[in-house]
Every structure is written in C-alpha cells, then in structure tokens.
C-alpha cells in the first residue's frame, strides 16, 4: 500500500474511533433502546480509562482543567466518605470516570470536535425519528414480538431503533428515556449548530426543529424559542425588524417558563380550586422543592444517594405528594454533592457558553444551557461532564468539520 492510502486509512480509524466514542457518551447518557448490564459499563469504562491515561502520562503535555478534575475527585471523595454513602459506590465510580472521559476528549480532540460528531450522531437520530414518529399508526399495530421497556409512569415498545410510546404515541422520544430527555440531547446538538458555520447549517436546524416539535415538551418549544431568539442575534443586522422580533420571542420565552413553572397552575388552583392539574410537571416542582429543602439540612457536602432516597418519600409525603421524581440536575446536583459541587458544575456550563463578545448573546446561552438541564436530571450522565470540561479549557468549539 503506498504512503498516501495507509496515512488515509490511518485517519479514517482515528476518526470510527472517535464516532465510537461519541456514541458511546450518548448510549450512557439515556439512549434506552439497549440494556447494558451496570458490571460491563464500569469494564468497558475502565478499559478506556486505562488507555486514556497511559497516553496522558506518556506524553508530556500539560492537562487543561486537571485542577477541576482534583476538585471534583476531592468533593465526590468528600461527599461519599462524610454520607458513608458507601452502598452507592458504582454511581460514584461512573461519574468520576465519565469525568476523565470528558477530560481525555477536551484534551486531545480538536477544537469543537466532539460536539461536531456529537451533533452528526444526533441529526441521524433525529431523522430516524421523524421517519418512525410518521408511522406511529403503523407501528401501533406491529407491537407483537418486540420488547416491552418499563418506566416509572409509562411504557415503551422497543423497536430497537425507535420506542413508542405505548400511552403517548403522539410523543416522540426517539431512544431516549422520554420525549423531554430526547428535547435536551437535541438541544446541545442545536446550540452547537447555531454557534458554528457547519454545512448544510439550516438543514440542520429544520430537522432539529421538526423532531423537537413532535416530542411536545414545553422544554422543546423554550429551547426553539432561544434557539431562534440566538439565530436572530447572530445576524449582523440590527434593524427594527430584528429588534422587534427579539423582543417578540423573549415574552413568548417568559410565558412559556412561567407556564412550566406552574405559575399559571397556581393562579387557576386559586381561583378555580379543584381543577386538573400536570401531573408531571407537578412531581418535578414538588422534587425541586424536596431539593432544596434537603440542601437547607445538608449544604456543603449534601446527603449522598442512599440518604436521597430515603428522605424523598418522607419529605414528599409533608409536602402531599406521594410520587415525585429528581427531575433538575442542578437542585438534585445539590442535594447528593451539596453547593461547592454544584458551583463547579455551574462554572463549567457558564465558561462552555463564553464563545461570544456579545455580552447578552452570552447571558441568553447561560439561560438556554441552565434550562437545558432544569426539567431532566443528567447527574449521573457523561454527556454533562463533557459539556462542563469543554467549558473548562475552552475547547468547546472553532474546529470546523464537513457535515453528513
């Protein structure tokens, strides 16, 4: 083979590689079309982990943000040591590898490539989605023979490269653990797009629109509103048009959050005492609020996993609610690693959105990014880890690849 064929075909398997890896990161991250038991993820993670520091050490080169990696160690350390939390060991050992993980990936990778491969994986799930979503009428009656994938208040069929959602089929959650879930991997796919000159930029973003609008997530349509309040924003023209446009889509942000938060649900249980109510959206509130309530008892290094769910039911039950669920990665962040954490996985989120002069470009991708992970909880995902670690050594963006 000549020098030119093997360097080509020396690239193209540093680059399956590399895909690999990513798909990886999204499989742990809630992809649950597959089922892989706990004992085979911690040793497939090790194997990675084993080969990612040999080539650390073996290289002398200074590691960007090794100094969180410290404090993150130092903290989980603290936190499973002071809660005696020692029966969750496994949700310790993912996360500190996860982070390594992510440590690896903003280190040797390229500028922006991670999310760029990232973003390529998400736009064929997405496509592959709309297409199962289209035939939901279809697959409604083909049910028999594929596997049934149970979750907390509903069901799934599994078929395998789609779940449908057996008491929601007008809700598409690709193969993630629910519609909302599905809306937060499309986001981080749909800021990267809105942030960098990809080709193919606005195919993009109608497939990423169209697929956020069939999961029928209030976070789908908040996220869309920023993503669109950005897209204007980014163009060089600030015209009246414009302007009037950004202001149009900030109240129709506000109204939306205000909807999620309840705000209208309290105002029509004032008046109209008695009515329905979002079941789901009332579990989170109620699970944000048993959050902070453990935060108040356990602020530095929170209460650990065990104790989490032992006092949630309890609190759940004075606060009325018998079923809850830890539905805010930021608030559920707190109450397991308590506030020093928390601060550090906020450093990593607001240092991942400094990729812009326009201070308020950069204030409106915070509030997309935090919002991202208010309705879902990602503490336990690595998909997390490595957002917060790109912002950690600013490695989140510039590299420029050709798109699918």
């Known amino acids: 083979m000549k020098e030119g064929g093997k360097k080509l075909l020396k690239i193209n398997l540093v680059e399956i590689k590399k895909y690999l890896l990513a798909i990886w990161i999204i499989l742990l991250s809630g992809v649950w079309t597959i089922n892989l038991p706990s004992l085979l993820i911690v040793g497939i993670n090790f194997i990675l982990l084993f080969f990612f520091?040999?080539?650390?050490?073996?290289?002398?080169?200074?590691?960007?943000?090794?100094?969180?990696?410290?404090?993150?160690?130092?903290?989980?350390?603290?936190?499973?040591?002071?809660?005696?939390?020692?029966?969750?060991?496994?949700?310790?050992?993912?996360?500190?590898?996860?982070?390594v993980i992510a440590l690896y990936i903003s280190n040797y990778w390229k500028k922006g490539e991670f999310l760029n491969k990232y973003s390529n994986i998400i736009l064929i799930i997405c496509f592959i989605s709309i297409v199962m979503y289209s035939f939901r009428g279809v697959l409604v009656n083909h049910q028999?023979?594929?596997?049934?994938?149970?979750?907390?208040?509903?069901?799934?069929?599994?078929?395998?490269?789609?779940?449908?959602?057996?008491?929601?089929?007008?809700r598409n959650c690709a193969i993630f653990?629910?519609?909302?879930?599905?809306?937060?991997?499309?986001?981080?796919?749909?800021?990267n797009t809105l942030i960098?000159?990809?080709?193919?930029?606005?195919?993009?973003?109608?497939?990423?629109?169209?697929?956020m609008l069939t999961t029928y997530s209030t976070l789908a349509y908040i996220l869309m509103l920023f993503a669109l309040l950005m897209f204007v924003m980014k163009k060089k023209k600030?015209?009246?048009?414009?302007?009037?446009?950004?202001?149009?889509?900030?109240?129709?942000?506000?109204?939306?959050?205000?909807?999620?938060?309840?705000?209208?649900?309290?105002?029509?249980?004032?008046?109209?005492?008695g009515l329905n109510t979002n079941t789901s959206s009332k579990a989170r509130n109620i699970g944000q609020?048993?959050?902070?309530?453990?935060?108040?008892?356990?602020?530095?290094?929170?209460?650990?996993f065990s104790r989490y769910s032992e006092?949630?039911?309890?609190?759940?039950?004075?606060?009325?609610?018998?079923?809850?669920?830890?539905?805010?990665?930021?608030?559920?962040?707190?109450?397991?690693?308590?506030?020093?954490?928390?601060?550090?996985?906020?450093?990593?989120?607001?240092?991942?959105?400094?990729?812009d002069k326009n201070a308020f470009f950069i204030l409106v991708s915070i509030i997309?990014?935090?919002?991202?992970?208010?309705?879902?909880?990602?503490?336990?995902?690595?998909?997390?880890?490595?957002?917060?670690?790109?912002?950690?050594?600013?490695?989140a963006f510039e590299y420029k690849e050709g798109g699918i």
Do not use: H
């Open 53 to 99: 520091l040999i080539k650390m050490i073996s290289q002398y080169k200074i590691i960007k943000g090794m100094n969180y990696l410290i404090i993150i160690i130092l903290l989980l350390l603290s936190a499973f040591i002071t809660n005696s939390d020692y029966s969750a060991w496994m949700s310790y050992t993912f996360i500190l590898s996860y982070c």
């Open 238 to 273: 600030n015209n009246m048009v414009s302007r009037t446009a950004i202001s149009i889509i900030i109240v129709l942000i506000i109204l939306l959050i205000m909807n999620e938060l309840g705000v209208y649900q309290n105002i029509q249980d004032k008046l109209f005492e």
């Open 311 to 355: 006092l949630v039911p309890y609190i759940g039950m004075l606060l009325g609610e018998k079923w809850t669920v830890a539905a805010n990665t930021f608030t559920y962040t707190g109450a397991i690693f308590g506030l020093i954490y928390l601060l550090i996985i906020l450093r990593g989120i607001i240092k991942f959105c400094k990729n």
């Open 368 to 395: 997309y990014m935090v919002w991202l992970f208010t309705t879902q909880n990602f503490v336990e995902k690595p998909i997390l880890y490595c957002l917060i670690f790109l912002g950690f050594t600013n490695t």
């Open 289 to 304: 609020m048993i959050d902070m309530k453990i935060i108040q008892t356990s602020p530095v290094f929170g209460v650990g």
């Open 177 to 191: 653990w629910e519609p909302g879930a599905f809306a937060v991997f499309i986001g981080i796919a749909l800021y």
């Open 144 to 170: 028999s023979g594929f596997p049934i994938v149970q979750g907390k208040s509903i069901s799934y069929t599994n078929f395998y490269i789609y779940l449908y959602c057996r008491e929601l089929p007008d």
């Open 196 to 211: 960098t000159d990809k080709k193919n930029k606005y195919y993009r973003l109608i497939v990423y629109f169209i697929a």
